[in-house]
Structures are given as structure tokens and as C-alpha cells.
């Protein structure tokens, strides 16, 4: 058994206990003994000095590309899992588009095992929706669940078939777990590469309409009324989704959804001088969409942050534009910018981002962490909210590098992440 670990000195931001104030945490036998100002420290602890650092539940992404099988030039389960750890997230769960997808019980299987072996942040294996991602039969979805999948999903391709989507979303129920739908209605996108409108057309690139995303949206959000079963709608990026969802939303629907960091403050801008870093499926969009997702997300239409990390190797992304793959590599930025998109301009507070990082996809996805209430798991982040960094990609832990953020100050800096107790990252030259 290891020894109790004492974090003193820190502010504790836990919104699933209304907790924002000085106090010290008390972790035994990798769970939460005590949060409080006046709590002692047993005799045996090890001590850890949070003093000008802030103390919340770790960070949770249910959306990561991890690349493996089939992709290890790009990323691999332990370096996606370390980059996860760097980013202060303490689980996150891993999308089956690998090559071969992950969409029977022994490739789950793998991707759960190989992420306990890297004992760095908590990795949860999605199950593909349709057997090799084809859109067609569904997958032993019993099978998937028992082996270890948490979901479902046909991520990087839409399930297309309303037929499918609604056996899904009546299965899974099953199971208890939700449909995780990449929204895009691909005869709408059409070889799309970003956004449809004037920048597409003076640069002479194909344009994706926000009809893609927002049609699906709508049919799904019909779908669900009709089943009963949990839709999580991934990467929210068009302003007409959000209507969709607030619909749905207002009905009590089991209709979940997220929004990345980057469609909550980049837009198609950035995609000048075809710079394919900023190439991303959904495309970054209008200001006016960045405006309702944000609202959406502040609101709680839109449920929480997942950064739909992305990792693609340098060469991939030298390419043509048109030839260049979709993909922005996110965890390692994922707070930083979202510190930037909300809480310093005063959108939301520290406390209501934690929620949509932690709290809020632990409630929506019925996971155990997301909070540092007495007997929960011990996933703890620690970072200094308003430390100002400079993103260096050269410097991430993730095997890729595509980001367009490059350069770019962010505000607020992971330190050290705690899973099960365990310190499992410290920043460099804090060690
Ligand atoms: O930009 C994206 N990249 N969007 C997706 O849906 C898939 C992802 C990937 O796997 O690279």
C-alpha cells in the first residue's frame, strides 16, 4: 500500500461540490479521504506544495485519436496517453478509426490493456458502431462492452444509415452506453476541405456547408426522441447545430454534446495561405458560429469540451492542401486556449471550465472521477491559471505536431496530474 498524500497550500476548484477556496486534499489508497482547510496530515504522508497552484478533479476528453493500431508514425497509445497527462487530463477515451478499426472484443481489448501498461492517463476504448467502420452491420456491440468499451462510434466517418443509427440508438440502451455521431451528412460535404463560403471561394477550395453538420444533427436529435437512446454529438462546430440541440435539450431528450477548443475560438481565417494546421473536419467556421457554440457551451445546450486530439505526421500535413489530412493535435493545448476562448474574457469562470472538462463528462457519460468528493478515484490536476506559455510544438509529448497554434501565448499551465493517487506528470523544471 502506498503512503497518503497530502496536497497543501493550493485553491481547490471542484464544481461538482460547489468547492472554490485554500484547502488541502488528503488522498489514501489512491482515492479522496478529505478536502477541507482543517484537516490533518497523517504522520506517514508525502507531502506535495501546491501553494499559487489551483486543485481540481482531472481533466476528462472523450474524444482522442490514439492511432493504434495502424498509425504509430503519428501517435501510439503510450505517447497519446502522456500527451493526455501533459494536458492535466486524467482519462480519455480513445476513437476506433484506427486501421484496423477497433471493432471487435480482442482490438478493445488491446487498446485497454496496452493503456493500463502505460501507467499515464486512463485510456477508454470506443468500439466501432458498424463492422470495419462500413456504415453497414453493426458490430457485437455486447461483445465490445464486455471486453471494455465505454461507447460506440463510427468517428472520422458519420453512420449515414437513419436505419443503423436508430438500431444503435435502441441497442445500446442496452448496455447503457451512448452513440458518440461524427455529424456530417457526407453528400452535403462532398470532397469539401473547409468551410463553404467567401474565404473558400477566393482561395478555390471546396466548401463544406454548416447544413452537413446541422442535418444530421437534426435527424439524430429525431432519432433519439424515437428510441430513448443516448446520442452524444461530437465536435459541434455550426451555429444551426446548436438549435437542433437546444430543441432537443428543451424535450429532455437523452441528447448529449461537445465542442473543441479550437471551434470555440479559431475560425476559417486561419485556413489563408492554405495552411493545412488549420485543416480540420468539421471545418473552422464564421465568427458567428464560434459566437453560438460559445453561448451554447456556457448555457449548457452544448455539454462539454473534448478536444477531438488529432495527431498527423509532418509529411501528411506538408501536403497540398486538398491532400493534406483533417486533424488538430489538442491535448496539450486544450486548457491553455480554452483558458483564452472563456475565462479571460470573462465568458465563463475557472470553475464553470472545469465543470465543462471534468465534472460535466464525467455526469453525462456516468464516470466515477470528474470530482474530489471523499471516496472518489484520486485524478487530480494541478496548474496555475493565469501563467502565460508559449506554444512550442518541438516540445509536446504526443508524437505529432500539427497545431496552428504554434507560437501563440496561452494562459494557464498544467503542472502535475494525479491518477489514482498516483503523481503521474509533473511539468519540466518543476520536478
Ligand atoms: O479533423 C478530424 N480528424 N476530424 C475527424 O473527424 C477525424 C480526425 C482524424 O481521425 O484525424
Not at 497518503?4 to 479521504?33: F, H, K, M, N, T
Not at 476541405?193 to 474565404?199: D, P, T, Y
Not at 474530489?372 to 510544438?393: F, H, S
Not at 504526443?398 to 504554434?406: D, H, V
Request: net charge negative; charged share 25%.
Amino acid at each position: 500500500m502506498s503512503r497518503p498524500l497530502y496536497i497543501e497550500g493550493g485553491r481547490v476548484v471542484d464544481p461538482s461540490q460547489d468547492i472554490d477556496d485554500l484547502a488541502a486534499v488528503l488522498v489514501v489508497d489512491g482515492r479522496i479521504e478529505a478536502v477541507g482547510a482543517d484537516i490533518s496530515k497523517p504522520d506517514d504522508a508525502e507531502t506535495l506544495d501546491a501553494t499559487g497552484l489551483t486543485i481540481s478533479p482531472g481533466l476528462i476528453d472523450v474524444h482522442v485519436h490514439l492511432r493504434e493500431p495502424g498509425g504509430e508514425h503519428k501517435e501510439d497509445i503510450a505517447t497519446g496517453s502522456k500527451a493526455a497527462i501533459a494536458g492535466g487530463f486524467t482519462t480519455i477515451w480513445a476513437m476506433p478509426n484506427t486501421d484496423p478499426p477497433i471493432d471487435d472484443p480482442a482490438a478493445v481489448g488491446y487498446v485497454r490493456a496496452a493503456g493500463r501498461a502505460v501507467r499515464a492517463s486512463r485510456v477508454m476504448p470506443i468500439g466501432a458502431a458498424s463492422i470495419g467502420q462500413q456504415g453497414e452491420k453493426m458490430t457485437e456491440i455486447g461483445e465490445l462492452v464486455h471486453a471494455g468499451a465505454v461507447a460506440v462510434s463510427d468517428d472520422g466517418h458519420p453512420v449515414r444509415n437513419s436505419g443503423l443509427m436508430r438500431r444503435l440508438l435502441e441497442y445500446t440502451q442496452t448496455f447503457d452506453i451512448p452513440v458518440l455521431q461524427h455529424a456530417e451528412d457526407p453528400g452535403l460535404t462532398h470532397g469539401g476541405v473547409m468551410n463553404e463560403g467567401r474565404v473558400a471561394t477566393e482561395l478555390g477550395l471546396r466548401g463544406i456547408p454548416n447544413a452537413a453538420e446541422a442535418a444530421m444533427v437534426a435527424r439524430d436529435v429525431l432519432l433519439s426522441e424515437l428510441t430513448g437512446g443516448h446520442l452524444h454529438v461530437c465536435h459541434v462546430s455550426a451555429r444551426q447545430s446548436v438549435d437542433h440541440l437546444r430543441w432537443a435539450k428543451d424535450r429532455g431528450l437523452a441528447v448529449t454534446s461537445e465542442v473543441t477548443p479550437h471551434h470555440l475560438i479559431l475560425t476559417e481565417e486561419l485556413v489563408r495561405g492554405y495552411n493545412t494546421q488549420a485543416k480540420v473536419n468539421p471545418p473552422l467556421r464564421l465568427e458567428e458560429d464560434v459566437v453560438a457554440v460559445r453561448e451554447a457551451l456556457v448555457e449548457g445546450v452544448i455539454d462539454v469540451i473534448a478536444t477531438d486530439h488529432a495527431p498527423h505526421h509532418y509529411d501528411e500535413k506538408e501536403r497540398e492542401f486538398d491532400d493534406a489530412p483533417f486533424g488538430i493535435n489538442g491535448l496539450e493545448t486544450a486548457f491553455g486556449l480554452c483558458m483564452q476562448a472563456l475565462v479571460d474574457p470573462g465568458y465563463m469562470t475557472l470553475s464553470g471550465l472545469i465543470d465543462r472538462m471534468s465534472c460535466g463528462p464525467a455526469r453525462i457519460m456516468g464516470l466515477p472521477t470528474g470530482s474530489l468528493r471523499r471516496g472518489a478515484p484520486a485524478d487530480i490536476v494541478l496548474y496555475a491559471p493565469e501563467e502565460k506559455w508559449i506554444v512550442d510544438p518541438a516540445r509536446f509529448h504526443s508524437r505529432s505536431r500539427n497545431t496552428p497554434l504554434a507560437g501563440r501565448e496561452l494562459t494557464g499551465r498544467i503542472q502535475t496530474t494525479i491518477v489514482g493517487g498516483e503523481i503521474r506528470f509533473v511539468a519540466e523544471g518543476d520536478a
